[in-house]
């Protein structure tokens, strides 16, 4: 029996990685698609930041694609910096907020987000950031649009007129300094994120976040630190919308 339950227990959290991305079981999914990989659904968009959208209930990353952080900069050709985060997320609002979207699920990626190719009005929104210069093609995991990112680069338009670090490298430096911060407060080794309570609820912010570094944890019995958003999210605590 004991046997029995353990092969029950291990079934149910087992994952599969399929095409370089993370499978979870749908028990385990905090916002699954509606309906099974490969297949679309639909819905009134709610944009969140340049490459993350809510449609209708499901919580969206754009596939393919990655945009400048909310609070990220870059450097124009004359060396000046501007918000290209901010950009993003001001051009993804044009193209899809309160619109009707259409996205095809292409399962989860690590932090239990559907990942999606989406349209609005048979626009492919993910190809619309980055022909617009306001995401990279995100290689590591899709080459779909790396000729759009080319294209974009040659005419220099949004992070290709100037040096801008690639929002993974970014987040990377973030979360290492997240760390630190942490450690210097007392933290849980390896952890980054910050849990905060306010009038809107327990939200947690990650190290790239537009409002993370004005979240104070130390000497506040209410906040506190996550090593992971799996960890915040089974806490009960909710991503800052950007």
């Keep these: 029996m ?22 979870l079981p749908v028990e385990a999914r905090n916002w699954p698609a509606p309906v ?11 944009v969140l930041d340049g490459d993350t959208i809510h449609v209708g209930d499901t919580r969206v990353r754009l596939d393919g694609i990655d945009a400048p952080e909310s609070n990220q900069t870059c450097k124009r050709a004359t060396g000046e910096d501007w918000a290209c985060g901010t950009e993003s997320t001001h051009a993804m609002r044009q193209l899809a907020e309160g619109r009707e ?17 989406c349209f609005v009005e048979g626009r492919n929104i993910n190809m619309e950031l980055v022909k617009l210069g306001l995401a ?30 690639p929002a993974w ?9 997240g760390e630190a911060q942490a450690r210097d407060q007392h933290g849980p080794a390896g952890c980054a994120i910050k849990g905060n309570v306010t009038a809107n609820g327990h939200i947690y912010h990650m190290p790239w976040g537009r409002w993370y570094a004005q979240v104070r944890i130390e000497g506040h019995a209410s906040k506190r630190w996550f090593c992971s958003e799996t960890e915040a999210q089974q806490a009960g605590w909710r991503p800052a919308y950007q």
């Design 2 to 23: 004991l046997t029995v339950k353990l092969c029950l227990v291990s079934a149910s959290v087992a994952f599969a990685l399929v095409s370089g991305r993370l499978v």
């Design 36 to 46: 099974p990989i490969d297949e679309s659904f639909a819905g009134v968009a709610r």
């Design 101 to 117: 979207v259409v996205c095809r699920n292409h399962g989860l990626d690590k932090y239990g987000r559907t990942l999606g190719t």
């Design 136 to 165: 990279w093609a995100y290689v590591k995991y899709s080459t779909a649009y790396t000729t759009e990112e080319a294209e974009a680069r040659r005419a220099k338009l949004g992070v290709w007129q100037g040096q801008a670090m």
């Design 169 to 177: 490298e970014f987040r990377k430096l973030a979360w290492t300094q």
